[in-house]
C-alpha cells in the first residue's frame, strides 16, 4: 500500500503565507518526480508545481514568483511554500508522486486526499 498525506492548509488573509506538506508513506522503492496541483471550485484541476527527484523545479507562470517547492528525499516529503497569497489561490491543493513500489516494475502515479487552503480577509 502506499500513502500520500496532505497536511498544513487553512484560512488566511491575502499577502499571508502557508507552507504544505505531503509525505509518501508504505511499501516504496523509489519515488521520482512529485508535484501540486490545485482545483478551484466548478474548476478542473491544474498544475501547480513540480520537483524532480534530483530537485530540479517547475512551476505554471502564474504561481512562479510567489511559490516554492521542494523535497526531503529521506523523509520521502515534498513541500509547497505559498507566499503573498491572494483569493485567487484558494483552492483544494493535491500532491501527486511518481512511485515505484517494491516488487513492480514501473512507475505509478499516486494522489493525496487533498488539503484546503482558503484565502480571504
Known amino acids: 500500500q502506499v500513502q500520500l498525506v496532505e497536511s498544513g492548509g487553512g484560512l488566511v488573509q491575502p499577502g499571508g503565507s502557508l507552507t504544505l506538506s505531503c509525505a509518501a508513506s508504505?511499501?516504496?522503492?523509489?519515488?521520482?518526480?512529485m508535484g501540486w496541483y490545485r482545483q478551484a471550485p466548478g474548476e478542473e484541476r491544474e498544475l501547480v508545481a513540480t520537483?524532480?527527484?534530483?530537485?530540479?523545479?517547475n512551476y505554471v507562470d502564474s504561481v512562479k514568483a510567489h511559490f516554492t517547492i521542494s523535497r526531503d528525499n529521506a523523509k520521502k516529503t515534498v513541500y509547497l511554500r505559498l507566499n503573498n497569497l491572494n483569493p485567487e489561490d484558494t483552492a483544494v491543493y493535491y500532491c501527486?508522486?511518481?512511485?515505484?513500489?517494491?516488487?513492480?516494475?514501473?512507475?505509478?502515479?499516486?494522489w493525496g486526499q487533498g488539503t484546503q487552503v482558503t484565502v480571504s480577509s
Open positions: 520537483i524532480t527527484g534530483g530537485g530540479i523545479a
Open positions: 508504505g511499501s516504496i522503492r523509489s519515488i521520482n518526480t
Open positions: 501527486n508522486a511518481e512511485i515505484l513500489r517494491w516488487g513492480e516494475i514501473r512507475y505509478n502515479g499516486y
